[in-house]
């Protein structure tokens, strides 16, 4: 990863940054294995309710393709070897694959690319912190399985006020492209005025991070569970402001003619009952306002 010269403060916060996700989001397709379910994930035992829901072509192939940008930890992204991706969507996927009877193989992808692979069928699923919304679902379908707001974080060094979208005017926001936090930016932005309010799209969101620890940007926006992860990694280089906003359901993407979204919706719908689901999050360090209890089929709020 290219990293810019930055003073000893904003070192730490890129060093913090660089070791979660070492990767970029372009397509390189690296490839998580087995070993990034978790010890609950590989105790799953086969659901055969959920198999049964499985259309033949899919118990065929045996195998299904997840993307995921590995940019977002803890949500998805690099281990310390920059190829094999960990994180909460790897471990649910390997555990619904089990659950179903299916390997599930996951590949890096550029986060703005993955509706487009789903429709193209070079992928079979979506699992990267992807909101449900209405838009969305026009083209694909959707899983619920979390609930996440966004936040805001700031360099805990300087005096950036923050409290809501508004106030972002006037200041530098560094955002990864794709995403909602993109277009909440760019619609406050024609909202400002002369108070002009710079929105700066970065392909994944280490680089966005890294804009935030370099000084080019003011205020980062990311998915609470992201944003939280990245303040405490920064060891008091960087912190959150304001308060989060807009929460929502996660989805899993899926394309409109691949058929499983009752398989998938009975399979996690198993892990939740059985414990496994908890104990991912509990790995991952998310809040258990995160947690779902009934995953939903096209679930978007707006």
Same mark, same amino acid.
Request: overall charge negative; hydrophobic content about 40%; some cysteine.
């Given at each position: 990863?290219?990293?810019?010269?930055?003073?000893?403060?904003?070192?730490?916060?890129?060093?913090?940054?660089?070791?979660?996700?070492?990767?970029?989001?372009?397509?390189?397709?690296s490839t998580a294995? =087995?070993s990034t379910g978790?010890? =609950?994930?590989?105790?799953?035992?086969?659901?055969?309710?959920?198999?049964?829901?499985?259309?033949?072509?899919?118990?065929?192939?045996?195998?299904?393709?997840?993307?995921?940008?590995?940019?977002?930890?803890?949500?998805?992204?690099?281990?310390?070897?920059?190829?094999?991706?960990?994180?909460?969507?790897?471990?649910?996927?390997?555990?619904?694959?089990?659950?179903?009877?299916?390997?599930?193989?996951?590949?890096?992808?550029?986060?703005?690319?993955?509706?487009?692979?789903?429709?193209?069928?070079?992928?079979?699923?979506?699992?990267?912190?992807?909101?449900?919304?209405?838009?969305?679902?026009?083209?694909?379908?959707?899983?619920?399985?979390?609930?996440?707001?966004?936040?805001?974080?700031?360099?805990?060094?300087?005096?950036?006020?923050?409290?809501?979208?508004?106030?972002?005017?006037?200041?530098?926001?560094?955002?990864?492209?794709?995403?909602?936090?993109?277009?909440?930016?760019?619609?406050?932005?024609?909202?400002?005025?002369?108070?002009?309010?710079?929105?700066?799209?970065?392909?994944?969101?280490?680089?966005?991070?890294?804009?935030?620890?370099?000084?080019?940007?003011?205020?980062?926006?990311?998915?609470?569970?992201?944003?939280?992860?990245?303040?405490?990694?920064?060891?008091?280089?960087?912190?959150?402001?304001?308060?989060?906003?807009?929460?929502?359901?996660?989805?899993?993407?899926?394309?409109?003619?691949?058929?499983?979204?009752?398989?998938?919706?009975?399979?996690?719908?198993?892990?939740?009952?059985?414990?496994?689901?908890q104990s991912v999050?509990?790995?991952?360090?998310?809040?258990?306002?995160? =947690?779902?209890?009934?995953?939903?089929?096209?679930?978007?709020?707006?």
């Open positions: 990863m290219r990293t810019p010269t930055l003073g000893a403060l904003a070192a730490t916060a890129v060093l913090a940054i660089s070791v979660t996700g070492c990767g970029s989001s372009d397509d390189d397709e294995g =087995a978790t010890t =609950a994930a590989k105790t799953t035992k086969v659901n055969d309710a959920a198999v049964a829901l499985l259309p033949a072509d899919v118990k065929s192939k045996g195998t299904l393709t997840v993307a995921a940008d590995a940019s977002y930890p803890p949500n998805e992204f690099f281990d310390k070897d920059g190829k094999t991706i960990i994180g909460l969507d790897p471990d649910l996927a390997q555990a619904l694959g089990t659950a179903l009877g299916l390997k599930m193989e996951v590949q890096n992808a550029g986060f703005d690319g993955i509706i487009a692979g789903l429709q193209s069928g070079k992928y079979d699923l979506g699992m990267s912190s992807f909101t449900d919304n209405k838009e969305r679902e026009e083209v694909v379908n959707f899983v619920t399985y979390l609930s996440a707001g966004t936040s805001f974080f700031v360099n805990a060094q300087k005096d950036t006020q923050v409290t809501d979208l508004a106030s972002l005017c006037g200041k530098k926001v560094a955002v990864e492209k794709g995403t909602v936090q993109l277009d909440d930016a760019t619609a406050q932005a024609k909202k400002c005025g002369s108070n002009k309010l710079t929105v700066l799209p970065y392909p994944d969101q280490n680089g966005a991070n890294q804009a935030l620890a370099a000084g080019r940007a003011d205020v980062s926006m990311a998915d609470s569970p992201v944003a939280d992860y990245q303040v405490k990694l920064s060891n008091g280089a960087l912190k959150l402001a304001g308060t989060p906003y807009g929460t929502a359901p996660y989805g899993i993407a899926i394309p409109k003619n691949l058929k499983i979204e009752k398989a998938l919706q009975t399979a996690l719908k198993g892990l939740i009952d059985d414990g496994t689901y999050l509990d790995k991952w360090g998310l809040e258990k306002s995160a =947690a779902i209890a009934d995953p939903v089929i096209n679930g978007a709020q707006d």
